[in-house]
C-alpha cells in the first residue's frame, strides 16, 4: 500500500482483542488474548485518543506535529507510524477506508 493511500485510512481498535480505558488523561490498555496490561505513554495516549476520534492517520500526525511543536516534524511522523505499524501488525489496530464501518 503505497504511503498516501495509507494515510488517507481510518484507524479502529480491534475491540474483540483489546479493552481501553481513559485514566487521567491516560489509556491503560488490556489485552484479552494475552491477557496483559498496558499503560501508554502520554504521546501514545493522544495518538490512541484521536484514533478514538476517528481521525485519520494523517490527522493523527499533523495532530502529533501541533501537539509537540519541539520536535522535528518527519521525527514526529516516522515515530507516529512506526506505533501506528505496531499496533496494526499486532492486530490492536484495524485499518479501515471508511470512517464508520
Known amino acids: 500500500m503505497e504511503k498516501k493511500d495509507f494515510a488517507e485510512k481510518y484507524l479502529f481498535p480491534n475491540e474483540l482483542l483489546v479493552f481501553w480505558k ?27 485518543k484521536a484514533v478514538a476520534e476517528k481521525m485519520k492517520i494523517e490527522e493523527i500526525i499533523q495532530a502529533m506535529q501541533l501537539k ?11 515515530d507516529t507510524l512506526d506505533f501506528i505499524n505496531n ?15
Open 87 to 101: 499496533l496494526v501488525k499486532d492486530k490492536v489496530l484495524l485499518i479501515k477506508n471508511e470512517r464508520f464501518n
Open 22 to 48: 481513559d485514566i487521567d488523561g491516560e489509556i491503560i490498555l488490556l489485552h484479552r488474548k494475552e491477557k496483559q496490561v498496558y499503560e501508554l505513554t502520554k504521546a501514545a495516549s493522544f495518538i490512541w
Open 68 to 78: 509537540y511543536k519541539k520536535v522535528k516534524k518527519d521525527v514526529i511522523r516516522k
